[in-house]
């Protein structure tokens, strides 16, 4: 029985934390480089397909780039990536 009841709450605390991801949503500054669309060539050749680069934008928050992603029920930010499947982010300063 307590086994079962923490298997609930591990499924509980994964379910949590996964539709929490879903819900991020930038808060801008203002500054042009986190407004949809203002990617770097760089950051656009270095993406892999399937993503939509024209609403990509950096969040400044994690300092990597995001872009909408269009599902059957709602749109989420996603994290833009590589063909490898890593997040393109900037250098943080030290």
Same mark, same amino acid.
């Given at each position: 029985? $307590?086994? #079962?009841?923490?298997?609930?709450?591990?499924?509980?605390?994964? !379910? #949590?934390?996964?539709? @929490?991801?879903?819900?991020?949503? %930038?808060? &801008?500054? &203002?500054?042009? @480089?986190?407004?949809?669309?203002? *990617?770097? =060539?760089?950051?656009? !050749?270095? /993406?892999? %397909?399937?993503?939509? *680069? /024209?609403?990509? $934008?950096?969040? %400044?928050?994690? &300092?990597?780039?995001?872009? =909408?992603?269009?599902?059957?029920? =709602?749109? @989420? #930010?996603? %994290?833009? $990536?590589? @063909? +490898?499947? +890593?997040?393109?982010? *900037? !250098? $943080?300063?030290?």
């Amino acid at each position: 029985m $307590r086994v #079962l009841m923490l298997k609930q709450k591990i499924m509980f605390a994964v !379910a #949590l934390s996964l539709t @929490a991801g879903c819900a991020i949503q %930038p808060t &801008g500054s &203002g500054d042009s @480089a986190d407004q949809p669309g203002n *990617v770097p =060539e760089a950051v656009i !050749a270095m /993406a892999a %397909p399937d993503q939509d *680069v /024209a609403t990509a $934008r950096l969040v %400044p928050e994690d &300092g990597c780039y995001w872009y =909408e992603h269009s599902g059957p029920v =709602e749109t @989420a #930010l996603l %994290p833009l $990536r590589t @063909a +490898n499947g +890593n997040p393109i982010c *900037v !250098a $943080r300063e030290a």
